[in-house]
């Protein structure tokens, strides 16, 4: 749930709302004003539309934001991880052929999980591998 509120010490208005999973609040110079906070519902119907058609740019509303960096650092390293996994020049199209430097689920899988078991309690990993393991890798592993 998306709202504007009060900081206590200075009583200026601030952002705070929830994008990818993390809790956004971006601090503004404006006193709680009605005019102000009419102001900033205003852009925060805006941020909550673009969130739901996921065309939300966090750095165009916040470009001097600790968060705006973190955000487009993870899009990069995204954007970087699956273009590796695309041959080069190929459209994402279900009539395009497979590249022989493709990798099959289960080399995916084992790059993916590698990668995000950092992220995960041990009781999950466990579930995910068991998962796999089980259901997913001897149907769509090869």
Do not use: Q
């Not at 065309?55 to 968060?67: I, V």
């Not at 190929?90 to 995916?108: M, N």
């Amino acid at each position: 749930m998306s709202s504007i509120r009060i900081r206590p010490e200075s009583k200026n208005l601030y952002f705070d709302f929830h994008w990818r999973g993390i809790r956004c609040r971006e601090y503004t110079t404006l006193n709680n004003t009605p005019s102000n906070r009419r102001k900033m519902e205003s852009v925060l119907k805006r941020i909550e539309s673009e969130i739901a058609l996921n065309t939300f740019d966090y750095a165009r509303y916040f470009p001097r934001s600790a968060l705006a960096a973190r955000f487009a650092a993870e899009t990069a390293v995204a954007l970087t991880i699956s273009s590796a996994f695309e041959p080069a020049g190929a459209s994402t199209t279900a009539s395009t052929p497979v590249a022989a430097d493709t990798p099959v689920f289960r080399e995916f899988v084992t790059l993916w999980m590698r990668e995000r078991e950092i992220e995960w309690r041990h009781s999950y990993r466990m579930a995910v591998s068991s998962i796999m393991d089980s259901h997913l890798l001897p149907e769509f592993g090869d």
